[in-house]
């Protein structure tokens, strides 16, 4: 096995490097693909190719001086000359200055050519820009904003996202490994594993994305390190568990090592279809970036699990008991699960189970009345980076003096015998500058019957009320008769994802739960089991989306959150918090079936409860790995995610499902014949020294 790995990585360790090349960034990979904007994005190539403008922006707020007009003027002549990275000096535009006399700011246009090289060298094009355009003399401020400056700042915050991801989430898990095992030579065993599994994972979605059209983004790749570290992590937990276990039962470590895939794989196994099925979901969602997600996850999980049931286990066979030094499990040894802390949780729990879950379950209840503070309407340009880039500043210094919505216009097509109706509508639109309406330099006057031509907004173009501006535009063109007219542009493409991502809340969560439901079902032979546990999830979820908007707004200060921030929470949560569901409930059913459900409950949570605690805090762990990206949308998923765990790990699984299991009884296997069976044991028998008092 370990052979057949070591050739595995030979062959696709060189694609995996390639992943980041095979990743599309344009806004054709974010945006749902039936979407006006969207349409509207190709139709405009038949006009001009695809291009965002550059805006250099110079100011001084007591006015610009002689000098100052002669170095913008200089900066224009440099800027004209510039042909390197896509940049079209022969089109720039100005200087265009915010009054004819004494005028305080000047804007010059610079456009890039955005092809499917064009993310890749957004940032190189403007710094190109920022060196032509000069820096300003004291008093005079100088700013690359616009587009075309916002996206070459987000291009620098996903630069070097896989390798900042994978130190972080690298650096967690040996943290966690060490704390949980204490041996510095078992933490390299999962380690390697979990590597292989990455590299593995990579080049397979490079494949499929060459020559499978496999979408794949700075997102996917982003969120792919983290959750094959995180769920690999913790398939390795589980299995490692159940290995020392039986290694205290054999001599042989092989016949262990047999029996702790034979009786934990499945509940392994089960655990990483359920997170695959559940991704896989994702695949319905309009959304392209979202949808795209789903099969990137998807294979990431799937090959990390493959990893973990076949490189794992061999390596630790193949290293031996000295691997688990300095505590070494030997034949015949001790377990310390019996009397340790989680058995005398269990016992504990197990004296009034009805009182301690209805307390936990009032105290996650509050915490989810913090969702009245939750804002997922999404994240303007300025609120989106942890920091402020200079793109941001220079869209606050351009809003000062001219119109808020300018270097980021509406695109307008319309068929060529309308366009003067369309135009005229959209010029008396409430929101659009009426002498801004006008064919973009460089454009086809018209191409097979249709016409394009912008116009600017008075309102910030990320903007809520620049939204609005965008639905009345829509309103009025769509009413011109035979027109066709469609409305595009970067305000719009926001309103079309807000609206998609809305529609996928509504379709893909409740999907989600249903396929969790129906694989807990198959695994347990039960209804009233998952049921309960499925409750338990959206009570965990709610409260983990609670807590952190309060955080979100008291603590962080975050303006608010994406629009697919419940989503993304929601079914990272539950896809890989059913984990600890699946391992813990199915070790419960192997016990229940042995000595009834009241002591099967005590044995569970006692020889998975350490197991459980230190998975969850190694996915948690590789959640807020996110937090080292400047990006507020991905810290606030690694926040919320980690979170969630934690609760999940602490409160649902190691206290309210073991109360909620001992408080239903052996009812709780029904339709099972376990409900009335109960491994030999009357209802009521119950675990040494416990009685049923209070539930």
């Not at 937990?237 to 020392?244: E, G, K, S, T």
């Not at 990431?300 to 066979?317: E, K, R, S, W």
């Not at 980021?408 to 959209?426: E, K, M, T, W």
């Not at 006008?438 to 031509?453: R, Y």
Request: with cysteine.
């Amino acid at each position: 096995m370990l052979a057949l790995w070591l050739v595995v990585l030979f062959l696709t360790a060189p694609f995996a490097q390639k992943l980041t090349d095979a990743q599309d960034n344009d806004a054709a990979s974010w945006l749902p693909g039936s979407a006006e904007s969207t349409q509207v994005l190709h139709l405009s190539e038949d006009f001009r190719p695809e291009q965002i403008p550059a805006i250099v922006v110079y100011a001084r707020g007591s006015g610009l001086t002689a000098a100052d007009r002669a170095r913008i003027t200089e900066g224009t002549a440099r800027l004209e000359k510039l042909r390197d990275h896509g940049i079209r000096g022969s089109e720039t535009r100005g200087p265009v200055y915010d009054r004819a006399s004494d005028p305080r700011a000047a804007q010059i246009f610079v456009p890039i050519t955005m092809d499917e090289k064009g993310w890749e060298r957004i940032a190189p094009a403007v710094d190109s820009i920022r060196a032509a355009a000069g820096t300003g003399a004291a008093g005079l401020a100088v700013h690359i904003t616009g587009p075309g400056g916002t996206s070459a700042d987000f291009s620098e915050a996903f630069e070097g996202i896989d390798s900042t991801l994978l130190l972080s989430a690298m650096g967690v898990v040996i943290v966690m490994l060490l704390l949980t095992y204490r041996s510095p030579t078992l933490i390299l065993v999962p380690l390697l594993g979990v590597v292989a599994a990455l590299f593995t994972a990579q080049a397979l979605i490079y494949f499929l994305a060459e020559h499978a059209g496999l979408t794949v983004n700075g997102q996917s790749a982003g969120i792919l390190t983290v959750l094959v570290f995180g769920a690999g992590t913790d398939y390795a937990l589980l299995l490692v568990a159940r290995y020392r276990e039986e290694l205290r039962r054999h001599e042989d470590r092989h016949e262990a090592m047999a029996l702790a895939l034979h009786r934990a794989g499945p509940a392994v196994i089960a655990s990483g279809a359920t997170v695959v099925l559940g991704m896989l979901v994702l695949v319905v969602a309009e959304m392209n970036s979202t949808s795209g997600l789903g099969p990137v996850a998807a294979i990431g999980v799937a090959v990390a699990l493959l990893a973990m049931m076949t490189l794992f286990p061999a390596l630790l066979v193949i290293c031996g008991r000295w691997i688990f030094w300095p505590v070494i499990p030997h034949n015949g040894s001790p377990d310390p699960t019996e009397r340790g802390l989680w058995a005398r949780m269990g016992r504990s729990i197990a004296v009034r189970p009805r009182m301690i879950w209805g307390i936990t379950a009032a105290a996650l209840v509050a915490c989810s009345f913090g969702l009245m503070q939750l804002r997922a309407e999404g994240l303007s340009n300025a609120d989106a980076f942890t920091d402020k880039p200079d793109s941001i500043v220079g869209q606050e210094v351009s809003a000062r003096y001219f119109p808020a919505g300018s270097g980021d216009p509406l695109v307008v097509i319309s068929n060529q015998a309308q366009a003067q109706q369309v135009g005229r509508a959209v010029a008396e639109t409430r929101g659009v500058v009426p002498t801004s309406l006008g064919l973009p330099p460089g454009t086809k006057s018209s191409h097979e019957g249709k016409v394009l031509f912008e116009a600017t907004m008075t309102a910030p173009a990320d903007s809520e009320a620049a939204k609005q501006t965008v639905e009345r535009v829509r309103d009025a063109v769509h009413a011109v008769p035979d027109a066709d007219a469609q409305v595009g542009g970067g305000t719009a493409a926001l309103l079309d994802m807000d609206r998609a991502t809305t529609h996928d809340n509504i379709l893909i969560i409740p999907l989600v739960l249903v396929v969790v439901l129906l694989i807990l079902c198959g695994l347990l032979r039960a209804l009233i089991a998952p049921l309960l546990l499925i409750g338990t999830v959206v009570l965990s979820f709610a409260a983990a989306l609670g807590i952190s908007a309060l955080a979100f707004r008291h603590l962080f200060d975050y303006a608010g959150e994406s629009t697919d921030f419940p989503l993304f929470v929601f079914v990272f949560l539950v896809a890989l918090g059913i984990d600890y569901n699946i391992f813990l409930t199915t070790r419960i059913r192997e016990e229940s079936a042995r000595q009834g459900t009241r002591k099967g409950v005590v044995t569970g949570l006692s020889t998975t409860g350490a197991v459980i605690t230190s998975a969850g805090l190694v996915l948690a762990g590789t959640f807020a790995a996110l937090g080292t990206l400047p990006m507020v949308a991905f810290a606030e998923i690694g926040f919320a995610v980690a979170l969630g765990v934690v609760l999940d790990t602490f409160v649902v699984r190691s206290v309210l499902v073991p109360a909620l299991f001992l408080d239903v009884g052996p009812k709780v296997w029904w339709p099972h014949r376990l409900a009335e069976e109960d491994g030999g044991a009357t209802p009521r028998e119950s675990a040494p020294g416990v009685t049923r008092s209070g539930g």
